[in-house]
Structures are given as C-alpha cells and as structure tokens.
C-alpha cells in the first residue's frame, strides 16, 4: 500500500472514531509563486537567494536554469521526477539574468497558532469555525502534506501543543516518544522549529455531546497570529452593538443562540439538522454557522438558571449585504426548541442579536455611538453658547448698559420646587436622548416537559 493510500485509510479510521482532522496549507516548495518575493518563480538565467540564516526543505518539481544560488544555513532539495538545476543558455532572458534576484521568503513565516493555514476537514457549505477552533484542537488528528515541503513554527513561548495524532512524512505519530524521536532528527528539524514543543496521545473525542476545544489558553496568541497583516487590529463591524462569540478574535454582526443540553444531546445530529432544516432554506442564504461546545460563561449561568460547565454555542453570522437574517433563524431555532427540545436534548435556550447596520438610519441605528456623539457635541455648543451670552450680560450690566427688570442692584430669583435639584432643560433631554436607545435583544426559552415531534 502506497503513500497516499496509507493516508486514506487512517482519515477513514478517524471518522469512525469520531475525529476530527486539520490539514496544514502552506508549504515551503520551490515552484510555488507565493514563496518567492516577486510572487513569481525564478525566471530563466536568474540569480537565487535563500535567507542564510534559516534551516528549510525544498521540494523542486521542475527543471530551472538558474545563474547562481545562494543556499540557506541549512537544508535539503527533494528533487521530484524530471526535477533539475542548469545554467543557464543561450535561450535564457538577458533581461531576467540582468535583473534583481529572485529572493525566497522567510519559511520561518508560518506559525502553528496561525488559523488561516489550517484547513477543517469536515467543512460544509454554510458551515465555518470560530477562530480559536481553526487551530488544531487537543483531540484532533493533524496531518501535513506528503507532496509538499513545509516548515511549521511551534510559537514563540515555551508552551506543548497537545494533539490527538500527527501524520507527516508517511509516518503517523500516536506516542510522545516516537513523536520526540522524530523532531530531534534532521528532517524533523528542518520542518518544526520554535521553542514551544509538540506532544501526542489525546482520545478521541467519545462525548456525543462534543467535547471543547481546549484552546482558550493559547488563544491569545491565535489572534496575534490572525491579525498580524492588519496591524494588530480588529476591522470595524459593520453593524451596531456587535458580537464577540467565544473563541472568536473579532466582533462580528449577526446572532448567537447557547443551549444547555442534557445527556441525550448530540452534537453532530444537531448540527446537521440546523444544515439541512434551517441553513439549506431560501431565505438564509448568506448566512455563515458555527456549532461547537464551550465553557459557559457566569453571565450565561445568571440568564438560564442552570448549573453547568459546559453550552452549545450556535453562532449565526451575517456575511452578505442582507441583514436581518441571522436574528429571523435565532428566534426559528428558540421556537424549534420549544417544540422539541426534549427529544432533541436541550433544556433551554437563549439568544442574542447584533443591532442595526452602520449608516442605517433605523430608529435602531439611532441610538449607535456616532448619533450619540452628535448629540453630546450639539449639547456642548450649546452651553458654551449659553456662556458666552451670560458673560456678555454680565459686561454690559457692569458697563453701566444694562439694568436689572426690578431696579439697579434688584436681583430676580426663579422659585425653586422643595426637593428637586437645579436641571438644565438641555441635560434633560440628552439624558432623555441616551435613555431612548433600545437595549440588546436577548431571549430566554426552555424546553417544554413534552416534545411535540
């Protein structure tokens, strides 16, 4: 049994033992374009630069001509069939040969914390991951290419990831010390690098209900890792009021339903019936799912009133210029729990929606932090223009141009109701203003003591 037929079949033993997998991406190969630093491969008669202080291997597909190569501090060219180096000939562009050389990009760029250079391998149409849950998880099986070269950083602190089983280079790793063997020699060590270490032996996950992730620990450098090319920072959502999902790096708009759940609960017949039931109809198209386990929060305790560790977390994400959506599918799936919850193994439910897009100009948006910032300011114009009146006044009156109503140095005084403090007619309707705006919706359902199926 070959290579590739080896990796089939321990994917099919996975999925009758109910794990899940995550497939690395990227990969270090040398006639991949998004690898060298013009986003091409070399040209023929080129010169070529490997950083000199990094350790990689290559895989090579093709034949190169190349005018000189300046190699790596260490590392390895796997070759394929048909696969050479040669130098350059009369046929080669004098222009390319003229040329800046072609630089190979850092191979150390590729971290294992990173969430865009995993792929699930049980996604579905409709169906994504929060972001902490794109990494590989403690019960997950982890398998690298067995055509590609890649290099893998373990993290920049010194902390185990802990995987169910790995899969590179046609070997599958179950145990610690067969894993350690194989990170301590050469071809372990010119693909993982970094001082975090690797480690093996999780179960599967035998929880029908799902189990969590595990990964609320390193989540923080997940999110440094995701949005390093922005800078750091989180875009703006494009809607008020929005939602951060647990393991979620970002704020997000549309709605999010938590179940308690009892021990007949399962969690992948309750996924694909949300996929099959809810998702697949018309008018959700657009939306984006993510259904997983996780810690319940103390908020989520006070709101049910039921004393559990762990919730079903159903994120609905809007994704398309339509909204509305996903709170119209998070009241549809309250009402399916209400009707059948029991049979179904949920004890309640409850949700909560994003609020209206940003620049709608919705009695909703209304209350949005820039209308309340617009507010704010025209109040303070105000006062400041009530100031500047009174101290014009009070000029005059010294200047001997202005008279008070009931005499020179008469005073008038407003009576002043037993109680009540002094108000401003203007404050008073700021504070009126801020109150006005509608607090988040959240909705609390259980499930009823009968199904009705």
């Known amino acids: 049994m070959g290579v590739l037929g080896r990796a089939l079949l321990w994917l099919q033993l996975c999925a009758l033992t109910r794990a899940a997998y995550k497939f690395w991406v990227p990969n270090t190969d040398f006639d991949a374009a998004t690898n060298w630093s013009q986003n091409r491969t070399p040209c023929a008669g080129a010169a070529v630069r490997f950083p000199a202080d990094k350790m990689v291997s290559v895989l090579v597909r093709e034949g190169h001509s190349i005018s000189d190569m300046l190699l790596p501090l260490d590392g390895e060219f796997v070759l394929a069939s048909g696969a050479r180096f040669s130098a350059p000939d009369a046929s080669s562009d004098p222009d390319?040969?003229?040329?800046?050389?072609?630089?190979?990009?850092?191979?150390?760029?590729?971290?294992?914390?990173?969430?865009?250079?995993w792929r699930s391998g049980?996604?579905?149409?409709?169906?994504?991951?929060?972001?902490?849950?794109?990494?590989?998880?403690?019960?997950?099986?982890?398998?690298?290419?067995?055509?590609?070269?890649?290099?893998?950083?373990?993290?920049?602190?010194?902390?185990?990831?802990?995987?169910?089983?790995?899969?590179?280079?046609?070997?599958?790793?179950?145990?610690?010390?067969?894993?350690?063997?194989?990170?301590?020699?050469?071809?372990?060590?010119?693909?993982?690098?970094?001082?975090?270490?690797?480690?093996?032996?999780?179960?599967?996950?035998?929880?029908?209900?799902?189990?969590?992730?595990?990964?609320?620990?390193?989540?923080?450098?997940?999110?440094?890792?995701l949005l390093q090319?922005?800078?750091?920072?989180?875009?703006?959502?494009?809607?008020?009021?929005?939602?951060?999902?647990?393991?979620?790096?970002?704020?997000?708009?549309?709605?999010?339903?938590?179940?308690?759940?009892?021990?007949?609960?399962?969690?992948?017949?309750?996924?694909?019936?949300?996929?099959?039931?809810?998702?697949?109809l018309p008018q959700y198209q657009g939306l984006q799912m993510a259904v997983s386990k996780v810690p319940r929060t103390p908020q989520s305790r006070e709101a049910t009133g039921v004393e559990a560790d762990t919730e079903i977390q159903v994120v609905l994400a809007e994704t398309g210029t339509e909204t509305g959506g996903a709170g119209r599918l998070a009241r549809a799936l309250l009402a399916d729990v209400a009707e059948h919850g029991e049979a179904l193994g949920v004890l309640s439910a409850t949700a909560r929606e994003s609020g209206a897009p940003v620049g709608d100009g919705s009695a909703a948006a209304q209350g949005g932090p820039a209308p309340r910032a617009a507010l704010a300011g025209g109040?303070?114009?105000?006062?400041?223009?009530?100031?500047?009146?009174?101290?014009?006044?009070?000029?005059?009156?010294r200047a001997g141009r202005l008279s008070s109503p009931g005499g020179e140095g008469a005073t008038r005084r407003l009576p002043r109701r037993p109680g009540r403090p002094w108000a401003s007619t203007t404050r008073c309707s700021m504070w009126r203003a801020l109150r006005s705006s509608p607090p988040p919706r959240r909705q609390t359902l259980g499930a009823p003591a009968a199904a009705i199926l």
């Open 229 to 280: 090319p922005l800078g750091g920072h989180c875009p703006p959502a494009a809607c008020h009021d929005a939602l951060r999902p647990e393991g979620q790096c970002c704020d997000l708009c549309g709605a999010i339903v938590l179940l308690t759940h009892g021990p007949a609960f399962d969690l992948d017949r309750y996924r694909a019936r949300l996929l099959d039931s809810f998702l697949a």
């Open 96 to 117: 390319c040969s003229a040329g800046a050389p072609a630089l190979f990009l850092d191979p150390d760029r590729f971290s294992w914390h990173d969430p865009s250079v």
């Open 379 to 397: 109040v303070v114009a105000a006062l400041l223009l009530l100031l500047a009146l009174l101290a014009g006044a009070l000029l005059l009156r």
């Open 122 to 225: 049980h996604a579905a149409r409709g169906l994504f991951s929060v972001d902490a849950e794109r990494v590989p998880c403690r019960h997950d099986d982890v398998v690298f290419p067995s055509d590609a070269s890649f290099r893998v950083g373990l993290g920049l602190g010194a902390r185990t990831v802990r995987v169910r089983s790995v899969w590179a280079l046609g070997q599958t790793f179950t145990r610690d010390e067969d894993l350690a063997a194989f990170l301590a020699s050469r071809a372990g060590r010119l693909r993982f690098h970094g001082p975090g270490a690797l480690s093996v032996g999780s179960e599967a996950c035998a929880d029908p209900s799902g189990c969590i992730c595990g990964n609320a620990e390193v989540q923080p450098w997940i999110c440094e890792a």
